[in-house]
């Protein structure tokens, strides 16, 4: 059963108003955030607040903690700067990440449902943005990428809860040449090389040009390919939540399930020691740009015992030690899911890749971009092909270009409109997103504020705020909870029954 | 699709400029470019009209 653990996807999207340009954007938004907010809370008077109680970001999970005063302010994620930030009904986490609106998805156990709470968010910010560009009389436009080709860069990040007890040396060891490689399938293309596009030409990932270190605990500036934030959310002597920062956002949801599913089965073969693949990159960092500048696989990877591998090579090595990982082991029909397509897609990379087109999202890019030049005779500096790898991004269903292509039947698609919208407003039911997300549904306008691990009620407006802690990830879900919300009691029985649920529970 | 074979295909005689005719078995040495080409005015349609305007107002500030 080796895809299944907590696992969940944060993304930071790009925002704009083409007609506003100089705008600072933490304003834009903080709109969309708010507008999200009035619709779901409305005549709130005081808005949610994240509650910091737990919030590490200084932790290195190498065993030591950086001085807030020596970390780069921009990682100071610990301090309310007065942002809405929000616990949505579905579980999920809402707010303003700086310069951008980030919605961190619910823990899920699956990457099935990974891919669908991002599918769900994607949709979440559309329905925001569109609210906003109507309360503010001025269009806002949202982007699920990585970068705005002139140096900056944000992310997509994934969470895996991995088992404490395995030395993270090895996580480092088999993730980095997992990493690196992974782009050849994961990656959502690029057209710009170099961190300010300073090079003309086309590349496979978002992402890869900004990564410039092997391990680190920065997420905005010196990238490290893995990451030692050290927040579990979750019993820390049992679990790490391992914070991956390295991919690149996808607009494909099979490339999100793949992700996930292939990430996780990489995790279960650390934990279990299972993987004996010697692959020690000269330099991961070069390598990471090498092969995203590699879109037909010829390049060699170096390897510090001399010899070489392309980076498909790689990523067969692993598919096939997770092959025969699970050969022997009983396991699900999700898990076959990924094996399949894991395979599938690297059969295809190496044979006719126009196969991938609506699969894979830098392929399905490059195709639109290679009918362009062809059609219309164009470089890779051309601003039209700029354009073609923005607007591919595009949230919104009538102008983004895979939402486009989806509609001319040209996608794989994993889920029906009817599973998205039920997402957006309903909390997985196997986590402890659940007893958040049904909280909010029914009890909204009295959560005065929450995190990954705590809700906080205000029951009375003379009484003490009450704070709920949520220590077990895979605690209060459906099976546990949903009794307490079918009752439909007043606040003040719900809380007291849902504390009184937890005390027994631990 | 290779560099090569975008390359043959651009320098391919007029059937390469016929969006109809794109879409093409691959008997021949040009590779197909693939069904995109029968939405490329739908494409037309929806991007923004003006892409050196909008790609340079496009500028985000750093992110994790």
Sequence with gaps: MTVHRIMGIETEYGISSPNNLGINPTILCAAVVNAYSDFLFPGRSKPMRWDYYVESPFNDVRGYEVERELADPESWTDIDIGMPNLMLPNGARFYVDHAHPEYSGPEVTNPRDAALWDMAGDRILDVAAGMASELTGNLITIYKNNTDGKGASYGTHENYQVARD???????????????????????????????????????????????????????????????????????????RLHVIVGDANMSPAMTFLKMGATALVLSMIEDSALDLAIDLTDPVLEMQSVSRDYEFAHELQLTDGTSLRAIQIQRMYLTAAQNYMANKPHDAMTQEVLNLWREVLDALESDNESLVGTVDWVTKKSVLDSYRLRDDLGWQDSKLKAIDLQYSDIRA???LAYLMQRNSMTTELFTDLEVERAMINPPEDT????????VQSYGQSVVGASWESLIFQISPDEPLKRIGLPDARGYSATETAHLFAKQDELIEFVSNLEQLINEQH | MTEQNFEAAKSAPTSADDDENAATTKASKQVIVPDISGILDQIDAVLEKNSEEFVSGFVQKGGQ
Excluded at chain 1, 172 to 197: C, D, M, Y
Excluded at chain 1, 223 to 239: G, L, S
């Design chain 1, 398 to 400: 009538d102008k983004g």
């Design chain 1, 166 to 240: 395995v030395p993270f040396d090895n996580f480092v060891k088999h993730l980095t040449p997992f990493f690196v490689s992974r782009n050849i399938w994961a990656g959502s293309g690029r057209v710009g090389l170099g961190q300010e596009s300073r090079t003309s030409g086309f590349q496979i990932s978002q992402r890869a040009d900004f990564f410039e270190a092997r391990v680190g605990l920065e997420t905005t500036v010196n990238r490290p390919i893995i990451n030692t934030r050290d927040e579990p959310h979750a019993d820390p002597n049992k679990f790490r």
């Design chain 1, 432 to 439: 402890r997103a659940y007893v958040r997300g049904k909280s």
